[in-house]
């Protein structure tokens, strides 16, 4: 059978058009498939992403399974539908896999978060137990497992005893969402809603454990006792599992300094990772990492962690610092904060490096691995 017609089915149960995670991911690979591939393509969906999905080719079909993860109905109504539509390669996005399948699949691996980092939710053993027992029968019984950066895989190698053959690593790519806005009024507004003071540093994304958000409102207040002119703007929505990022912000009395914007919009955000004076990203564990890359593309540098996969993504484009030391995050904000020639060299260099992660390119390697996975069988 010739490539392009080889049937493939996607696990679409997290399928979004949203512009972070795993739904994105999935949207991209998905949107790739059907503008390139001849052959039959079947989609599973749980609600209300199935009713929402528009069929556009008649080689396209997609299927309702309303499994979600960790369910019942994940090992079962799920498990009946994949046998059934018998598809020849089925590309698992996200590890949850009905134990019991056992027909050829490609599995990613975005990261080992819950291994390392289970954090306040995955408190109860049986929780713990589940995640184990699915995440290691998925990557066992692949044929091949993506890893969306060296360091995942080396995770992937380590922690679940998988040879390194059996792990290919595509990068993620970065939305074109992202970009350096000239109107200084559309970011004047955006300041305005969310009462911001400027300068700022801006941290984006969610408040678990593993994003080290007390740390960084540590090394503020380290900044602000140099008197540095300084506030903190964090985006994302309070988790009332992680009490502890608003319990620091209380502690160190710096309710003054910084703004909680909650979930901001695209267009918003994309509008203050080009009003902020620096990113910063504390994070003690990322697979890949994607914030630090798109405040590179709206032209503002950045600060990281040392950890992980953050110095692989960043690639030398980004100020280091060891995330478990609060002075240490302050004195490498310190130092680019205030030489504004190392601001330019990060500045002029990192918009052309992060426009190399393009989620055409990812969509098409992993295109070319279902191929040729079903090429060598």
């Known amino acids: 059978m010739k490539n392009s017609q080889i049937h493939i089915g996607v696990d679409c149960r997290l399928f979004s058009s949203k512009f972070t995670g795993i739904g994105r991911y999935t949207h991209e690979i998905v949107n790739y498939l059907i503008a390139n591939h001849k052959g039959k393509i079947t989609l599973f969906f749980n609600d209300p992403e199935y009713s929402k999905f528009k069929i556009t080719k008649p080689n396209v079909q997609k299927i309702l399974v309303n499994s979600p993860h960790y369910s019942f109905a994940e090992q079962t109504k799920f498990l009946i539908a994949l046998n059934k539509a018998n598809a020849d390669i089925v590309h698992f996005p996200h590890f949850n896999i009905p134990i019991f399948y056992n027909k050829p699949y490609i599995v990613t691996i975005h990261d080992l978060i819950l291994s390392f980092f289970p954090g306040n939710k995955m408190t109860r053993f049986y929780h713990r137990w589940a995640y184990q027992i699915v995440l290691k029968n998925s990557v066992i019984k692949a044929k091949k497992i993506i890893s969306v950066s060296n360091s995942t895989k080396e995770d992937i190698k380590k922690h679940l005893k998988i040879k390194a053959s059996k792990i290919k690593t595509i990068y993620n790519g970065v939305s074109d969402s992202f970009f350096p806005v000239k109107s200084q009024s559309a970011l004047d507004k955006t300041l305005k809603k969310y009462k911001i003071k400027t300068p700022f540093l801006l941290y984006t994304g969610v408040w678990r454990s593993h994003k080290n958000l007390p740390r960084l409102i540590e090394a503020l207040q380290i900044l602000k006792n140099k008197n540095l002119d300084l506030s903190l703007v964090i985006t994302g929505k309070p988790d009332p599992h992680y009490p502890e990022v608003l319990n620091t912000i209380k502690n160190l009395n710096l309710k003054n300094d910084i703004t909680l914007t909650g979930l901001v919009g695209e267009s918003e955000l994309n509008h203050l990772y080009n009003a902020a004076k620096i990113y910063t990203f504390p994070s003690l564990y990322e697979g890949f990492g994607l914030p630090p890359l798109e405040a590179m593309k709206c032209l503002t540098p950045v600060v990281a962690s040392n950890v992980s996969s ?25 130092l680019l904060y205030k030489d504004t020639d190392l601001q330019a060299d990060l500045i002029g260099r990192s918009k052309q490096y992060a426009e190399k992660f393009t989620w055409q390119k990812t969509a098409e390697e992993t295109y070319k691995l279902l191929c040729s996975y079903h090429s060598k069988n």
Do not use: H, R, V
Not at 310 to 334: H, R, T, V, W
């Open 310 to 334: 953050i110095p692989e993504i960043c690639n030398g484009n980004a100020i280091l610092f060891n995330p478990y030391s609060p002075q240490d995050i302050a004195d490498k904000i310190e």
